[in-house]
Each structure stands twice: as C-alpha cells, then as structure tokens.
C-alpha cells in the first residue's frame, strides 16, 4: 500500500513540473512574439521615415514636425500609394522593405507631402 501511495505523490510531482514546463514555454512563446512584433514595427516606421524624408527632399519646400512629418508621410503615403496603384491595375515591380511596397509608398508620399505644402504654404492675399 505504501508503494501505490509514493508512486501516486511521484506521479503528481511530475505532472505539477509539467504544468510549470509548459506555462515556461507559453510564458517565453509570448515574449517572443511581442518582440519579434515590435522590432518589426520599428523596421517599418524606419522605412516609413526614410520614404517620407525621401519625398520631402523631392518636394520644394520643408514638410513639418521634423521626423515625425516624415513618418506620417511615409505611413499614410504607403496607405494613399497602395489604393492608388490598386484603382488603376498597376502591379507593383516588388521592391519592398519590411512590408512597406517602397514605389507606392513613395508616389504616395509624394502626393502627401505636395498636399501638405500647398495647404501650408502662405501666399500673399494681393
């Protein structure tokens, strides 16, 4: 009787190291994921920037906020670029980086940036 009962307590001993192997290995799978996640974000926000500073040096002109400008160009660029070449059956020839399909993302920005500087441009009223 004493044998069943210690092979009873081994046997839940190991399940309990079970449990605790496999909440390890969820607990590292998650971490893993919002890393990989995050590093991923941050390629495309660089890429975002680059594409929108690459607009602005296009553009006459100083587009706004600095990098933050240049991010938002290139983010909504890419969004504005994508719709655009979709409306007219354009496909794109493939160059991407980190997601972001760089020809779009650029025309877009492109288009962003001339908006941006024509609404902020002053102009005399005479």
Do not use: N
Not at 21 to 26: G, P, R, S, W
Not at 73 to 85: E, M, R
């Amino acid at each position: 009787m004493a044998f069943a009962t210690v092979a009873a307590v081994a046997r839940q001993h190991h399940m309990g190291c079970l449990g605790v192997l496999v909440a390890f290995a969820l607990i590292l799978a998650m971490g893993t994921w919002a890393a990989v996640g995050l590093i991923s974000l941050a390629a495309t926000l660089v890429v975002a920037a680059l594409v929108g500073w690459a607009a602005d040096m296009v553009v006459p002109g100083k587009l706004p906020g600095g990098w933050i400008g240049a991010i938002l160009a290139g983010l909504i660029g890419g969004f504005i670029g994508s719709l655009l070449f979709k409306a007219l059956g354009i496909h794109d020839p493939g160059f991407s980086l980190f997601g972001v399909d760089l020809l779009p993302a650029f025309i877009g920005a492109l288009i962003v940036v001339v908006a941006v500087e024509l609404y902020t441009t002053r102009r005399p009223l005479a």
